[in-house]
Every structure is written in structure tokens, then in C-alpha cells.
């Protein structure tokens, strides 16, 4: 792990997180149903959990694309420049931030879909999954994230470096290859993962106040059930909305996770170029010779 690849990660991941907040912020409160009228709310209320955020996603984005260069290069000389190199790299990255991921995305989540006082500060929702919780109230959804996010990252990094060595984007500039292989990458992993990402999320905030308010009214009379886990998460979502339901959230999710991964790829393909790809020849063959 060299210094100009974590420094590129480290700054991807700020520049990304802190530009595209708002976008998550309505995102996650489609996938959760807990959305209210966009300007009902001031500005700043979109920019909850911004501070736990950037604090947590940075070292685990800034860990997790460290790995993926790394585990590329390492793997290199048995796999070449492949799909299977791409879907290899990616796991061990997504399994190696995870530990990192979670704990933040279920601390963001609750902060963004708060509505009362105390559920807008982060000390009182740390509080409130220690005390009756414990340290798995953290790791709420870990296991599912890792069924997600494996397949997730598979295919986004498939799709993202095939699509960077197209004949057809061959001719243009790195920071438009970048562009494309992002939205590229980003339309098809979202468009395949996000029915189960809605039942992770709505899994996470399950034990939250604000879901608790929702659920005693008539548009949540459902939510209360979503504590006793996953299987009666997909069972309320049928009821609530029908296999559409699975889909809530999707078009916001796109408008966030489309500049936010552009942007991010962008910062980081610019300050550490991936040198791996300056040689198109390159296969294991080559490397074992």
C-alpha cells in the first residue's frame, strides 16, 4: 500500500462524500420510507451525519481501494488483466472494508433519517444500539452487506475496467474513459443489487425511533414488524407496495451513486493513475515469463 495510492483514496472519498451527501441523505430515506417533502426541511438537515461519514467512509473507502490496486497487481501473474482478476481484487477489498462499512452505515442511516432531537445527535444513537443492542447492533445487516456487496463489487469492476478497454472509448481522455466506465458500472451493480440494499437498509434503522414514529402511523402500520428480521422485511414490502416496492428509492440512489462514484473515480484515477493499465498486452503469461 503506497502513499499515492492512499492519499488518491483519501481524497476521492472526501471530495465524493462531501458533494453528494444530499443526494444520499434523500436516498436512504426513499429506501427506508421514511422520505419527506424535499423542501420541507432546510438544507443543513440533508447534511446529517455528514461528520460521522466522512470520518468512517474515509479510511474504509481509502482501505478498501488500497486493497483492490493491491490485490490487482498481486494477482497479476496468475490471472493477467482479466474479469477473474477484477471479480477476485474486488472481493477481497469489499470483505477487507466491511468491518469499516457497517458500523458507519448504520450510524449514517439513522442519523439521516431522524426526526426527532435526540435521534439527530450521533452521541445519543451510539448510546441507544449500546444499551440495547450491544456491539451486533453495529453490525446490523453485516452478513446480508457481505451477500450484497460481493456480487456488487463484482460486477462493478467488471463492467468498469472491460468498459475502459473498449475499441470504442479507446480514442478519448483518461478522465473520460473514467466517466463512462463509472456510469457504466454504477447503472448495471445498482440496477442488480438494489432490491436487496432496500431490505439491508430498512434492516438497519429497524430498531430507530424515527421508525418507531412511522410505524404507528396508517401509511407505516407495517414498520413495527420489520425488528423481527428479514424475511418479514420482504414479506411487509410485498404487502405495503408489491414487487415494485423492491425498486423504492432507485432513481434517487442513481442520481446519488452516479456523480458520487464519478467524482470519486475521477480524483482517484487522476492522482494514481492505475499503472496496470498502461499495458494492454499484459497477461499472466507475461508475467510468469
Not at 470520518?55 to 474479469?83: H, I, N, W
Request: aromatic letters at 10%; proline letters at 4%.
Amino acid at each position: 500500500m503506497d502513499i499515492n495510492t492512499l492519499s488518491a483514496s483519501v481524497a476521492s472519498s472526501i471530495i465524493s462524500r462531501i458533494v453528494c451527501y444530499p443526494l444520499d441523505t434523500i436516498a436512504i430515506q426513499h429506501t427506508s420510507s421514511t422520505r419527506r417533502p424535499i423542501f420541507s426541511v432546510p438544507l443543513r438537515s440533508y447534511y446529517r451525519g455528514v461528520g460521522v461519514s466522512v470520518c468512517m467512509v474515509t479510511p474504509a473507502f481509502a482501505l478498501y481501494l488500497c486493497t483492490y490496486r493491491q490485490s490487482k497487481e498481486s494477482l497479476l501473474p496468475y490471472l493477467g488483466d482479466t474479469t477473474l482478476n477484477y471479480v477476485a481484487s474486488g472481493t477481497v477489498a469489499e470483505i477487507s472494508s466491511s468491518l469499516l462499512w457497517t458500523p458507519m452505515e448504520v450510524m449514517k442511516a439513522r442519523l439521516q433519517i431522524s426526526t426527532t432531537e435526540q435521534e439527530k445527535k450521533l452521541l445519543y444513537n451510539l448510546k441507544q444500539i449500546a444499551q440495547n443492542e450491544g456491539i451486533k447492533g453495529f453490525y446490523r445487516g453485516y452478513a446480508m452487506g457481505l451477500g450484497i456487496f460481493i456480487p456488487y463489487n463484482a460486477v462493478w469492476w467488471s463492467v468498469y475496467e472491460n468498459v475502459k478497454k473498449m475499441d470504442a472509448i479507446a480514442g478519448f481522455s483518461l478522465p473520460a474513459q473514467t466517466a463512462l466506465s463509472s456510469i457504466a458500472a454504477v447503472t448495471a451493480s445498482a440496477g442488480l443489487i438494489h432490491p436487496l440494499d432496500l431490505v439491508k437498509t430498512r434492516y438497519q434503522v429497524a430498531t430507530s425511533g424515527t421508525v418507531s414514529d412511522v410505524a404507528h402511523t396508517s401509511v407505516g402500520a407495517l414498520r413495527s414488524l420489520d425488528q423481527k428480521g428479514i424475511a418479514q422485511i420482504i414479506t411487509n414490502v410485498m404487502a405495503e407496495s408489491g414487487k415494485r416496492g423492491f425498486y423504492k428509492g432507485f432513481v434517487p440512489r442513481l442520481c446519488c451513486s452516479v456523480p458520487s462514484s464519478l467524482i470519486m473515480m475521477s480524483v482517484f484515477e487522476y492522482l494514481k493513475p492505475d499503472e496496470t493499465a498502461k499495458d494492454e498486452s499484459v497477461t499472466g503469461e507475461d508475467f510468469i515469463a
